[in-house]
């Protein structure tokens, strides 16, 4: 009985080790430069550039689903899409597929972007207060009005919640709201107010909250967590404490934990199962000594920290052990300026 114990031990390992090996195999994270786009195998961390023709305006935001990265391209009015396509029999290597340009209206200053499914993307519109509809195979669009200064789009199932970050001239003019509505019915939007100033980053949690991060009004150190229920379209707590102009927020498996960027502090944390920040300014996680300006978490919980590198060289992106550990495994150069990140898969 003994030695069956051990061998189904032995076993168990073994799967688990086999599932360790293979379990981020063929997904690749696409990190945003000053005019490209780096895409880092999740499998090797072997690098490949990529560029949208005609164009060297500087991307602003990033979503990757699938096999599709879609970048918002500010200062061009448009959005760059590159289609990922593995070469067979190569699991890994990515075939040539040129990336191309979609135009969107004149002035409208894009910037947040999330992909709903394997066609449709809502791309936030800060200069024309609205939210965006593109067909990213037909380039057709079509818009709807949000709040002020919109800065972020996520969805939750068939809602869109478009995060506005109530900024005029540049400083918040009152507290943030999100407005949500409908993707593809009647829609009738929603107001939810928020309690931070200059809210710019949003993710969905494992408990299907929504959570947005407000950067706060700058030199106050006062950037905030706002919890949203989307059922009920309200904010249900806030958790202050992230210090000064938290980033970019990505929600990670282990522990229930939020990972939030900060250029100067790090990687600030939150537990979303006990709301409470673990990780806060002055205890953040520096890879290299230095805070980082994006993140983004492949299938096997790695973390990987876009570093705020100088713009007179390539950047770095830190790939980390998961959480608590957040062990350095790899360092990875990409493009000048890097500044933010998302995952997508090549099959």
């Known amino acids: 009985m003994r030695r069956l114990a051990l061998l189904a031990l032995v076993l168990a390992a073994a799967c688990s080790d086999a599932l360790e090996q293979t379990s981020s195999a063929g997904q690749v994270i696409g990190v945003i430069n000053a005019s490209d786009l780096s895409l880092v195998s999740a499998t090797d961390f072997s690098v490949t550039t990529r560029s949208w023709p005609g164009t060297t305006a500087g ?70 207060n609205s939210v965006t509809r593109l067909n990213y195979f037909t380039g057709e669009t079509t818009s709807v009005a949000a709040g002020v200064f919109p800065r972020a789009v996520v969805l939750v199932g068939s809602r869109v919640f478009v995060v506005n970050s ?58 905030k967590l706002s919890i949203v229920d989307p059922k009920r379209r309200t904010e249900v707590a806030v ?73 007179n060289g390539p950047g770095m992106v830190h790939v980390l052990t998961a959480p608590p550990d957040y062990r350095e495994i790899h360092t990875v150069t990409v493009g000048i300026c890097p500044t933010t990140a998302a995952v997508a898969a090549t099959q």
Do not use: M
């Not at 949003?202 to 150190?221: E, K, N, P």
């Open 59 to 128: 991307p602003s935001a990033i979503a990757g689903g699938g096999r599709t990265f879609v970048v918002t391209l500010e200062q061009a009015n448009a959005v760059g899409v590159s289609l990922l396509v593995t070469c067979p029999p190569d699991p890994v290597a990515l075939c040539a597929r040129a990336d191309y340009v979609l135009p969107l209206r004149a002035g409208s200053e894009p910037d947040g972007v999330a992909i709903q499914d394997d066609s449709i993307a809502w791309i936030a519109n800060r200069a024309l």
């Open 166 to 223: 109530n900024l005029v001239g540049g400083s918040p003019a009152g507290p943030s709201w999100l407005t949500s509505f409908e993707c593809c019915g009647v829609r009738t939007p929603d107001s939810i107010p928020l309690t931070g100033l200059a809210a710019r980053f949003a993710v969905v949690g494992d408990d299907s909250l929504l959570y947005v991060v407000a950067a706060g009004r700058s030199g106050a150190a006062d950037g």
């Open 239 to 311: 958790l202050n404490g992230l210090g000064e102009s938290p980033g970019a927020v990505v929600f990670h498996p282990t522990g229930s934990r939020l990972l939030i960027a900060s250029a100067r502090e790090g990687i600030l944390e939150v537990n979303t199962s006990i709301r409470a920040v673990t990780r806060a300014p002055g205890n953040g996680i520096k890879p290299g000594g230095s805070g980082i300006n994006g993140v983004a978490i492949d299938l096997r919980g790695r973390v990987y920290a876009v570093g705020p590198g100088g713009c």
